[in-house]
């Protein structure tokens, strides 16, 4: 008997795997973003989050079949858009099986200074008074108004000292976008002498080296928490091989820091000739600014000042490059928002390499505050002793303090370096709110520990605060209260954390979830406590996972009889 062998057929796919695009999707993207069959530039990497931006604006959200459509459209594997969708908080993906966030979304800001102005009882308010088939409410950080506590976003218009009354009357009068804002144009700055420092350097009157001597003497530092000399970043920068860039970290997210905003809503262009004399320095291709999300109005405040610069012929059209960060605390950290302007999830890169010498495209990159360059026009206008002869207690120059919480007149106030709290308070905020005394402040905002009362008298500065366990980092002081709750202080700090870490280490991820967990005992461990802080401290790969346990630590050290009366029991 023969018995024939039969060799099966090969099947082949005859589609690839996974769901199938919609060819009308597509289009829609093609109307949305510009047809990338006539401009391939539409399909670089560093666009995906700006091409988000433009869907959920336009759509409401982020539905999958758009996310696919946009896929093909990049020329990008799905898994990654769909993980940088997925890592902002701003961006509402919509997974096949589930229904669209209702039309309008209100964002209550749960940061401390808005806790203790009453959020959290603002917030169950609203989530009880409105109609959610149309309107949904949501927590959310820091909004950098903390001034103007408790805040409210219906839409994109902030509301700051708002009530259930106000969030209502502008849910129904549709008052939903950004308040215009009253800016300083290019012409009435130009009377003040603006941009004839950037005309000097183009025109070869002034030397990066008498510039940079300018910013040695005057003492600027970098003012978005590291504190790092301005002349040095750029010495540094100018020693490695072009092409060079320069990017303006405009994420300021720090809980309890405003003063950013504070100075772009009243002088944009003061701000783009630093930020301009910056790029100049290092010989930079491009200049890149990261703006938050959580300031639209400064979108186009920041969009318009461009034009006007442009149009004015001080810079070459296309040279200064807006960017729209997506909701991500991550983002302050300057490699973590090198990766966002990258079109990628913001999560911090090992060093090193430092920016400095693989920044944006694997450039050296000069990264600066935006308060660091507002200052560098002022600076050579009025000349650096101008800056070095202003401070107290042994300190040089000026800082910007962000002040929030328990005081009369919070706000922005620029103060001479080595003010101390009590000072601070007294000769700006108008002292203390009636019936509250002075407990505790933060001096560097949610990362930058906790101190008593009875150390209110040290200087606030770079390098003063080491030895308490704090540093001043952005200058944003937070001022507690013999009224205020510690165990609700310290479990919202690590609440935000915990929400903000960017999940890639360990340390950081789990440890910032663990330590919430003990904290919301009424039995606090010192001995796990500490111990945990340790492992965060030494191996977090960034800033927020090492920072984290700061203000647990000091409530740890200078804060046991206090937790004791609240009914919070210290053990070890």
């Not at 200064?320 to 991550?330: H, N, S, T």
């Not at 704090?470 to 209260?481: E, H, T």
Request: hydrophobic letters at 40%.
């Amino acid at each position: 008997m023969t018995v024939q062998t039969v060799t099966p057929k090969r099947r082949f796919r005859g589609k690839p795997r996974g769901r199938e695009l919609d060819p009308n999707r597509l289009e829609g993207l093609r109307e949305l973003l510009g047809d990338e069959r006539q401009d391939a530039s539409l399909r670089r990497r560093d666009l995906l989050i700006e091409h988000l931006h433009v869907i959920q604006d336009a759509r409401g959200h982020l539905a999958l079949v758009d996310l696919r459509a946009l896929a093909t459209y990049m020329n990008l594997p799905m898994a990654a858009v769909y993980e940088t969708a997925t890592f902002y908080a701003h961006f509402d993906v919509v997974h096949d099986d589930q229904v669209a966030p209702p039309e309008l979304t209100i964002r209550v800001c749960d940061s401390l200074s808005c806790q203790l102005a009453g959020a959290e009882a603002l917030r169950a308010e609203l989530e009880a008074g409105v109609d959610a088939e149309r309107v949904r409410v949501l927590r959310a950080p820091c909004m950098g108004r903390c001034d103007t506590a408790p805040v409210v976003e219906v839409g994109h218009r902030h509301l700051g000292r708002a009530d259930a009354a106000r969030v209502r009357a502008a849910i129904e009068a549709d008052e939903t976008h950004p308040e215009p804002i009253d800016w300083q144009r290019l012409d009435a700055y130009r009377c003040e002498g603006g941009f004839e420092l950037l005309q000097a350097c183009h025109d070869g009157e002034v030397t990066v080296e008498a510039l940079m001597e300018a910013m040695q003497q005057a003492n600027l530092r970098g003012l978005g928490g590291a504190g790092f000399p301005t002349f040095k970043k750029w010495y540094f920068v100018r020693q490695e091989a072009g092409p060079r860039y320069c990017a303006i970290n405009a994420d300021e997210g720090e809980p309890g820091t405003f003063k950013d905003r504070y100075y772009l809503e009243r002088a944009p262009h003061r701000f783009l000739e630093g930020a301009l004399v910056s790029a100049w320095a290092v010989e930079a291709e491009a200049l890149y600014i990261y703006l938050r999300d959580e300031y639209p109005g400064l979108h186009a405040v920041l969009h318009e000042a461009i034009a006007e610069l442009e149009a004015a012929g001080l810079v070459a059209p296309g040279y200064i490059v807006m960017r729209r960060g997506a909701g991500a605390y991550i983002c302050g950290e300057e490699s973590a928002m090198i990766e966002s302007l990258e079109g990628k999830p913001g999560k911090p890169r090992h060093r090193p390499p430092f920016v400095a010498q693989k920044g944006l495209f694997d450039r050296p990159t000069l990264v600066n505050n935006v308060e660091t360059v507002y200052w560098i026009p002022l600076i050579w206008q009025r000349g650096a002793e101008a800056f070095s002869s202003q401070g107290r207690h042994g300190r040089v120059g000026l800082r910007s303090f962000s002040v929030s919480g328990r005081v009369k007149r919070p706000g922005v106030y620029l103060a001479p370096a080595g003010i101390t709290l009590n000072e601070l308070i007294e000769e700006h905020c108008g002292g203390m709110v009636e019936g509250h005394r002075l407990a505790a402040y933060l001096p560097g905002g949610a990362s930058g520990g906790i101190l008593p009362a009875s150390k209110a008298d040290i200087p606030l500065d770079f390098d003063t605060l080491q030895e308490h366990g704090c540093f001043i980092g952005s200058a944003a002081v937070m001022v507690l209260s013999d009224q205020d709750d510690l165990r609700a202080v310290a479990t919202n700090l690590l609440a935000f954390f915990a929400d903000e870490s960017c999940g890639q280490c360990t340390p950081c991820r789990v440890g910032t979830e663990k330590m919430l967990t003990l904290l919301e005992g009424d039995e606090w461990d010192a001995e796990t406590l500490t111990r945990l802080s340790q492992v965060m401290m030494d191996a977090s790969i960034c800033g927020l996972g090492q920072a984290a346990p700061n203000p647990v630590l000091g409530l740890l050290k200078d804060f046991r009889g206090e937790l004791a009366a609240q009914n919070v029991i210290v053990k070890g």
